[in-house]
């Protein structure tokens, strides 16, 4: 009988790998079912329900848990501070991430100790370092304080933590310090994928360090890019424990993100129906990101 026959070797080879195929998916299949499908699909059907954390009972209301999320002023407050925390870290980290990223890849002479000793801020844990900079930001005795006193910027302490737009800048500021090391390791990544040639044959044309920055560089590496950008706002809309630890959303809901929403709705507020409603529209709001995440790796393979 011919190996490729119906019924032979061949379909029995093939289905025997189909096989081996789902049992090395399987276990990805159910990490992905259990932290990842389960709580998504658990918080749908709680956010369609009235259910506190004091009482057992809950009540069917349907979407009202949506209606009233969306005649709340204070959620496009938290859909406000969201965008503001997202754009603002991505952007900061990103500008100082690529600028580092420029300079290690020069070459210098312990340019490699240098970029060990960067990616240290990125290990640290995000508790360790918001109490970090509440100790720098510090309305009496904090360093920001200091330095701006002794350079003559200000004769009066700033209480960085209790305005609303210092306290938006502060944990924005302390967010930006811990992932600025992985934006440079990503970035340097595509930087040394850059063509050498193209780069030193466009500097003999003439051009200069902008014009070679963006007609050569940006264009080379300009998916690593995409991918560094989409995974950065990915992970600020996901960020929780500097904000919560610095100023538990405030003062005044200035710094209340989505997650830290959530978090004082189910734990503060008992109502595990709303918070159920509101991350429900966070994750929506994250598969947008997610999906472009794919569509950038897809293209990339």
Do not use: C
């Amino acid at each position: 009988m011919p190996k490729n026959a119906p019924g032979g070797r061949g379909d029995s080879s093939a289905l025997s790998d189909a096989h081996f195929g789902l049992i090395l998916a399987l276990p990805a299949v159910l990490v992905f079912t259990l932290i990842v499908l389960y709580p998504f699909l658990n918080s749908l059907a709680m956010s369609l329900f009235s259910r506190s954390l004091l009482r057992p009972a809950q009540e069917f209301i349907g979407l009202r848990n949506f209606q009233r999320i969306l005649r709340d002023p204070n959620f496009f407050g938290v859909l406000r501070s969201t965008a503001i925390f997202v754009a603002a870290t991505t952007g900061l980290s990103f500008i100082v991430g690529f600028s580092w990223a420029l300079l290690l890849n020069q070459g210098y002479r312990g340019s490699e100790v240098i970029r060990g000793i960067t990616l240290f801020a990125w290990i640290i844990p995000g508790t360790a370092i918001a109490f970090l900079w509440m100790w720098m930001m510090h309305g009496q005795y904090g360093v920001f304080n200091a330095v701006l006193r002794s350079l003559g910027v200000t004769d009066q302490n700033i209480t960085w933590l209790g305005s609303p737009a210092f306290a938006m800048m502060a944990v924005v500021l302390a967010r930006s310090w811990q992932v600025t090391p992985w934006y440079m390791m990503l970035l340097l990544g595509g930087l040394q994928g850059v063509s050498h040639d193209q780069v030193e044959a466009a500097r003999i044309d003439g051009a200069g360090n902008v014009r070679v920055l963006f007609n050569i560089v940006f264009p080379g590496m300009r998916k690593v890019v995409a991918l560094t950008v989409l995974i950065g706002v990915i992970g600020s809309l996901q960020h929780f424990d500097i904000i919560w630890v610095m100023t538990q959303g405030g003062p005044a809901r200035a710094t209340a993100t989505f997650a830290v929403e959530v978090y004082r709705r189910a734990f503060q507020d008992y109502d595990l129906g709303r918070a159920a409603a509101v991350g429900v529209i966070w994750a929506a709001i994250l598969s947008v990101f997610v999906v472009l995440n794919l569509r950038v790796r897809a293209e990339q393979e």
